[in-house]
């Protein structure tokens, strides 16, 4: 079935270093729509970002990811990280089909430190 | 800015009571969701409304019913709760059900069962 894996659940890092949360997805159909999600502390779950196309890059707010269908990967990166991009990174699969479903991975906390 | 709105924004109950939770969007929407987020911070679909209409049921014991009175509208009843519903329930929306619709997040309820 669909499935999404994140493999760092908590990742800690000094601030202005650069940023890469993993996500590799599963799924059967061959124009998957991928999403990270990120969630601070006490907020609800909003979007980052999104991508359909294979190998292009997508960015927003200072974060980018490409999705490689070769690899089934679209991990998140950021140049610099700040203090404020402290918070839980969900990223999601809509599998195909007109259901609005996602299928997320099991979160990545994204500590920035001083 | 809020526009998916959720009540209570916390509930403590007993094991075998009934609880109800409350959700109401202002964006103008056609779908509606219930996801349901576990201690660990796994975030899982429940359920799926399209204009009133159940179109995602997933694997979610019996004692879960949605109630849809229009799109705007999307409640859940837990009847008889059990140790394990202990969650936050994030109600969602998001303007249509296909593959790359962008879904927006209520603040959630915490329901803690006793």
């Known amino acids: 079935g669909d499935s999404v894996t994140q493999t760092e659940g908590l990742v800690t890092l000094t601030e202005g270093l650069p940023v890469m949360l993993n996500c590799t997805y599963q799924?059967?159909?061959?124009?998957?729509?991928l999403f990270w999600y990120v969630q601070h502390l006490n907020e609800s779950p909003r979007l980052l970002l999104k991508s359909f196309t294979d190998n292009k890059r997508t960015e927003h707010q200072g974060f980018h990811a490409t999705l490689h269908k070769s690899s089934s990967s679209f991990h998140l990166q950021k140049s610099s990280a700040q203090l404020s991009d402290s918070a839980l990174y969900y990223c999601a699969l809509s599998p195909r089909g007109n259901t609005g479903k996602l299928i997320f991975g099991l979160g990545t906390t994204l500590q920035v430190q001083p | 800015e809020t526009a998916v709105f959720q009540t209570p924004n916390y509930h403590v109950t007993q094991v075998g009571n009934e609880v109800s939770f409350n959700c109401k969007q202002t964006l103008g929407h056609d779908t509606m969701y219930w996801y349901k987020q576990d201690s660990k911070k796994l975030l899982k679909i429940m359920f799926s409304y399209n204009n009133k209409q159940l179109i995602v049921n997933e694997t979610v014991p019996r004692r879960f019913s949605p109630q849809s009175s229009d799109k705007a509208h999307l409640n859940l009843r837990i009847k008889s709760v059990e140790p394990e519903d202990s969650a936050v329930y994030l109600c969602?929306?998001?303007?249509?059900?296909?593959?790359?619709?962008?879904?927006?997040f209520g603040k959630g309820t915490r329901l803690t069962v006793v």
């Open positions: 969602a929306s998001s303007p249509d059900r296909g593959a790359n619709t962008e879904v927006f």
């Open positions: 799924t059967i159909y061959s124009n998957p729509f």
